[in-house]
């Protein structure tokens, strides 16, 4: 068991954000001690795993929070949420081919101005 404080340094997730994606209900059936406190287990862990990986690539917490409720719902959902995460994966890959996009332009323009800095750099020395 794994207080809200150790979850939350294993994560990078605040406690507040811990609680909220509770609250929303991402996160699910977390038990809680005698005294009231947060109990995650080593599967709340493995689901705010997936929860962080899909958020990080771009899916919406309202998307995400579908996905539990289908995963709540049992295997016959798996249909709905194979294609989910396909569509998801086809968003990233589409992200990351626009992001290479930017990068090589952005590799290209510190090239350029590498370049005019050296020549810049070489006329000054020759003052010198």
Excluded at 7 to 35: C, M, Q, W
Excluded at 47 to 63: A, F, P, R, V, Y
Excluded at 83 to 97: C, G, K, T
């Amino acid at each position: 068991m794994y207080s809200i404080q150790d979850v939350s340094k294993k994560t990078g997730l605040s406690a507040h954000t811990l609680r909220y994606y509770e609250k929303e209900g991402l996160i699910t059936g977390v038990e809680r001690s005698r005294g009231g406190f947060r109990q995650y287990t080593d599967e709340d862990l493995e689901s705010l795993g997936l929860i962080c990986c899909l958020k990080n690539t771009g899916m919406s917490l309202q998307e995400i929070g579908r996905f539990v409720e289908l995963t709540h719902q049992g295997e016959h959902t798996l249909k709905e949420r194979v294609e989910m995460l396909r569509q998801h994966r086809e968003a990233v890959i589409e992200r990351m081919s626009e992001m290479q996009k930017h990068l090589d332009k952005v590799t290209w323009k510190l090239n350029f101005f590498s370049e005019k800095l050296r020549t810049y750099e070489e006329r000054e020395a020759d003052k010198k």
